[in-house]
């Protein structure tokens, strides 16, 4: 055998243990799926929650123990009330949502396409963003009453925001070259917006439709919570005035699940509509 011949059998010989002793990486690990991770914190919420209730660690009538706030829900759906409230509630997030997403896409768009808009538009509404959500309360008790149609106007400020903000920015920063492509194509101005601008601006624009979704969820509360006869919101105020903390926890835990269902629709709603693009 031959000095390289040799050479190249110790080389052999002195690697191939430690590629074959080598243990996979993954051994040992624990795997979760990506769709159970999100259960990790609540579930552990609950359980130490469940626990310290039941060792007296917390006072029943501040923070009562969560079977007996799921309890107070099944109750609740059972009387037919559940269906009664959420249904009003979800009502007015509906056409509230719809009516404040409408308009903030359509000055969006208008603000986000043309300067002279932009610049007669924006700084008003700009403005506007900033005002707190109670602080419209009593405008909309004064012009419109204390009936649904103040809640749905309150609702649709809201979600009017987000939407056009998302899409008046989405619209103004398009990729210059993307335009540059159209017009070597020579489209029209309507041709650019509905193949160029608009699907550019798609998934900023869906993101603002999520927020306003959110938004319009935590503007009903204070709707519901002054002046309202039924929905989630009266029963929390109905709970803080005979004194149910169990009531006042499955309201809280009733905007959460019915927030996190409607948000979960329009990201799948979203997904589909982006494609190969969606993350």
Known sequence: MSTAEQNRSVMWNSSTPELTARPPDNIGRIYIPDRLLGWIVPVTVLLVWELLARLGMLPPNWLPAPTVVGKTIYQLAIAGDLLKHAGTTIARVAVGFL??????TLLGGLTGYLRIARKLFDPLLQALRSVPSIAWVPLFLLWLGIQETSKIALISVGAFFPVYLNLSVAMRHVDPKLLEV????????????????LPAALPE????????????WMFVVAAELLGASSGIGYLMVDGEM??????ILASV???????KATDWMMNAVGRKLLGHRAR
């Open 99 to 104: 009516l404040g997403a409408g308009a903030g």
């Open 182 to 197: 159209g017009k070597l194509y020579r489209l029209s101005s309507f041709q650019m917006v509905r193949r160029i601008i």
């Open 205 to 216: 624009y869906i993101v603002g439709l999520r927020s306003g979704l959110g938004l319009a």
């Open 242 to 247: 005979t004194g149910r903390a169990a009531v």
């Open 253 to 259: 835990i009733l905007f959460a699940i019915f927030g």
